[in-house]
Nanobody, 114 residues
Framework: QVQLVESGGGLVQPGGSLKLSCAAS????????INWYRQAPGKERELVAR???????TYADSVTGRFTISRDIARNTVHLQMNSLKVEDTAVYYC????????WGKGTLVTVSS
């Protein structure tokens, strides 16, 4: 079993920054891909950013140039640096690990508001 715990969410003003972290523990074996998803009220969950075992990153068009995903393999931790935040970035952000099976964290709330 794999456990994922997100942290770093909170309230921030438009234009501000937050750094989310996802700590993975448990039976993590072999290569895996880590994804950050988000779900805003009344909307479907959407992929925000992805980082592969080899370090290849992918971003949603809406966050490209503003968000950066990175991983510390030794610490089984993935970060999502979010800059120039907009009101529309408000959502619950979820960490997902895929190694052939899918594991999810419980999410962390990001609220962008003045």
């Amino acid at each position: 079993q794999v456990q994922l715990v997100e942290s770093g969410g909170g309230l921030v003003q438009p234009g501000g920054s937050l750094k989310l972290s996802c700590a993975a523990s448990g039976r993590i074996f072999g290569a895996n891909t880590i994804n950050w998803y988000r779900q805003a009220p009344g909307k479907e969950r959407e992929l925000v950013a992805r980082i592969t075992w080899g370090g290849t990153t992918t971003y949603a068009d809406s966050v490209t140039g503003r968000f950066t995903i990175s991983r510390d393999i030794a610490r089984n931790t993935v970060h999502l640096q979010m800059n120039s935040l907009k009101v529309e970035d408000t959502a619950v952000y979820y960490c997902n690990l895929n190694n052939g099976m899918n594991y999810w964290g419980k999410g962390t709330l990001v609220t962008v508001s003045s």
